[in-house]
């Protein structure tokens, strides 16, 4: 069992031992987003170009 001093204890240390802080993290935030909108962009950007593809071969073959 944890007593409220020791989970504060471990909160504490927890702090202490973190690898960025909070400002760091924030921009890691920032940046994860952006490559995550970055990859959603060029999955958009895929679909449309196999969009573009498709109607190209479609006119070619209906000739």
């Known amino acids: ?3 409220n001093g020791d989970k504060k204890k471990e ?3 927890a702090v202490r031992h973190r690898i960025l802080s909070d400002e ?3 921009v890691l935030d ?3 987003q952006h490559i995550d909108n970055v990859f959603e962009e060029m999955k958009l950007s895929e679909k ?3 969009e573009i593809e498709t ?3 479609k006119r070619i073959l209906s000739r």
């Open 1 to 3: 069992m944890i007593y």
């Open 11 to 13: 909160e504490e240390l």
């Open 24 to 26: 760091q993290e924030a």
């Open 30 to 32: 920032l940046y994860i």
């Open 48 to 50: 449309l170009q196999v």
């Open 55 to 57: 109607q190209h071969l």
